[in-house]
Each structure stands twice: as structure tokens, then as C-alpha cells.
């Protein structure tokens, strides 16, 4: 097996005294995304902060590829590491493509190559260049700095992203819009990536596996599905009941309710999509362009017309409380 890419043990900070930081292990595989998620104060900032040696911990180690993060000079270390802050932090008086190009600069690729990496990252960002290369930060709102903030983290092509609340700032329909573009940009899928969060929603979505602070102790290092439904103690259970039914839709998978399901799962849905996202994708069809479509024959089919033809919203529903009960009656076997 490969070594993890970030191995973190027994990290531990103080500050006057009083521990924030107490005893904190885990390690990371390439490609994964592990979410900091725990109450405000809890320790999830100071934690991420030590990862980039924005902090040295009074004890504990970590390493990067094997290697002790003490070992490598603080620069180096963080070019190796895109970091986007809830504010963002973009420079007032450089241009978007400026911004985006600071890192690569000082890196010294060549010119030409930085302005086709700036001009692909904000087309996939949704910022056409034509429009926002030339713009100042003042210039934007609130969602396209976050998408001008991540386009930087992204620029040098860094193995490592760390994130402190990025989307924190946005109001819920922008962060809920940047969320999805972010699950969905193909280029982070590659990257291994620490985000700090309080929303557990957002942790949910995001996240492979979590790890979950209280006084910034661990309370559980698992998977969403593992937090959810295999809760390591009564703070993990309280800490996610408020949300209970939208991370049971967010954890669940088609997977999990086929075999509740009166046939199975249409061809058109992955079955890997989350109960959630097929909720989405079934009440689209039904709201959507269904009268449109039968109005003009010729018209391609919605997207979810296959769907409604083998899953209806009532089976859909059906299932999920029976996976959800078969789920409960396996935790307590
Ligand atoms: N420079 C500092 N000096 C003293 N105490 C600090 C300092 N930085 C953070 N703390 C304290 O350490 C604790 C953890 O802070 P940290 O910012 O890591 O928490 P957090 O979980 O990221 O919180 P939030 O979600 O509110 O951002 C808090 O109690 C905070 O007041």
C-alpha cells in the first residue's frame, strides 16, 4: 500500500496554558478529502494551521510524503499546499489574472504557460476570462472572490489544498451553487484536501472522511456514513441531530436502497448518486421541461424522464425509510 500523503501524530497546542489542540492523530491518503468539523473554538483553524506551519504545535509531528514538515523550510512547504481563508485575501490593487498568477510567478513558470492555466481555472470556475481577467477584487461579489480565491489555491497545481471555511462568507443559495461547482471540479478530485467547517451539512457533502472536535479533542475520525450511524459517543450523536434527515439523504446511496427497491435502480442513475441528489433529479422531471418536451416530440427527453419510468418518488421514499431502519437494526446487533 502507499504511504499516506499527510501523517499527523499526536499534535497538540496550547495557548496560555489552556490546550486547543490536544492529542490530535490521523493520516491522509492522496486524493482524499478529510473535513475538520467540530463546534466554534473548538480547535479546527489552529489544527489546519499547523498542517502549513502557519503554527508549530508544542507536540506531535507531522509529515508529508514521509517527510518531517520541520525538516523543509516554511515557503517550500506551503508551495506545495494552496490555501484559500474565508476572507479570501486577494490583492486589492492586482487584476483577477493577476491574482490568480501570483503563486506561478513566483515559482518562475514561464509566462505564457501561466496565462493558459489562469485562463482554463476561471473557465472552469465560471469566470470567463473575457469578462474577468481585467477586473479588480472590489469589483466582484462575494462568490466570485471564493471562485478567484480557489482558482489561486489551484494555480501551481499544488498536491495539497487546505481550506478554512471558504464558502463561510456566502449567503446559502451562493454557497450552496459553489459548493456543487466544487464538488464537481474534475481537477480536485486529484488533489488531497483538509477543509475546515462548522456547517455538517457542507461537511456531509464534501467530505470522504471526517474528523470530528469537541475542546479540541477527536471525538470520531470515520466516514459521513460511520459518523451518522455508528456515532462514537453522545457528543457525535447530539452534534448531528439537529440535520439528522438531510445527512441520512446526503449518506445514503442508491446502492443502499436497491434492494428495497420494487425493481432495480434505473440504468440512468449512478449507484453511487446519493438519495439526495435523486430526490433532486426526480422532482426536476416532474417540475421541469416535462410538459415542454411533450409539446415537441422531436425535443430530447429530460434527463429525468428515464428515471420516472422504473423509480417514482413514492418508492424512492419507501426504500430510504427501510434502508434507513435496516441500517439502525444493524448498529444494534
Ligand atoms: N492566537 C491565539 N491566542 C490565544 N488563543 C487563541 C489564539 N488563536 C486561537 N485561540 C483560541 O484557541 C481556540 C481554538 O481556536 P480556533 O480558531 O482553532 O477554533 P475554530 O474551531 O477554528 O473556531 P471557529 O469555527 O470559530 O473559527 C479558541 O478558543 C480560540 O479562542
Known amino acids: 500500500m502507499s504511504p499516506p500523503l499527510i501523517s499527523a501524530r499526536h499534535l497538540g497546542k496550547r495557548y496560555a496554558g489552556r490546550a486547543v489542540v490536544q492529542d490530535v492523530s490521523f493520516e491522509l491518503a492522496a486524493g482524499e478529502t478529510l473535513v475538520l468539523l467540530g463546534p466554534s473554538g473548538c480547535g479546527k483553524t489552529t489544527l489546519l494551521k499547523l498542517l502549513n506551519r502557519l503554527l508549530e504545535p508544542d507536540t506531535g509531528t507531522i509529515e508529508v510524503l514521509g517527510q518531517d514538515v520541520r525538516t523543509l523550510a516554511p515557503e517550500k512547504l506551503r508551495r506545495g499546499m494552496g490555501y484559500v481563508i474565508q476572507q479570501v485575501g486577494l490583492l486589492p490593487h492586482y487584476t483577477v489574472a493577476e491574482n490568480v498568477a501570483v503563486v506561478p510567478r513566483l515559482l518562475g513558470h514561464a509566462p505564457a504557460a501561466i496565462a493558459e492555466r489562469t485562463h482554463e481555472l476561471l473557465n472552469r470556475l465560471h469566470l470567463p476570462p473575457a469578462r474577468f481577467a481585467g477586473q479588480y477584487p472590489h469589483q466582484l461579489s462575494g462568490g466570485q472572490q471564493q471562485r478567484v480565491g480557489l ?3 489551484l494555480a501551481a497545481d499544488p498536491p495539497i489544498i487546505l481550506l478554512d471555511e471558504p464558502f463561510g462568507a456566502l449567503d446559502p443559495v451562493t454557497r450552496t451553487a459553489i459548493r456543487r461547482d466544487f464538488r464537481e471540479l474534475e481537477e480536485l478530485l486529484r488533489k488531497t484536501v483538509v477543509l475546515v467547517t462548522h456547517d455538517v451539512v457542507e461537511a456531509f457533502e464534501l467530505a470522504d472522511r ?8 477527536v471525538q470520531q475520525l470515520g ?5 451518522l450511524f455508528r456515532p462514537a459517543n453522545d457528543f457525535v450523536r447530539r452534534f448531528f441531530a439537529h440535520e439528522r434527515l438531510a445527512l441520512q439523504l446526503r449518506t445514503l446511496r442508491l446502492a443502499d436502497l436497491e434492494p428495497f427497491l420494487p425493481g432495480p435502480a434505473p440504468a440512468a442513475l449512478p449507484l453511487t448518486m446519493s438519495v439526495q ?3 433532486e433529479y426526480l422532482t426536476d422531471s416532474v417540475e421541469g421541461p416535462a410538459t415542454a418536451d411533450a409539446a415537441s416530440p422531436t425535443a430530447p427527453a429530460p434527463a429525468g424522464r428515464a428515471a420516472l419510468a422504473g423509480l417514482t418518488l413514492p418508492h424512492l421514499m419507501a426504500a430510504f425509510g427501510r434502508a434507513l431502519q435496516h441500517e439502525e437494526a444493524a448498529w444494534k446487533l
Open 223 to 227: 466516514t459521513p456514513h460511520e459518523l
Open 210 to 217: 471526517i474528523l470530528l472536535l469537541d475542546a479540541g479533542q
Open 277 to 279: 441528489q435523486a430526490l
Open 151 to 153: 482558482a489561486r489555491a
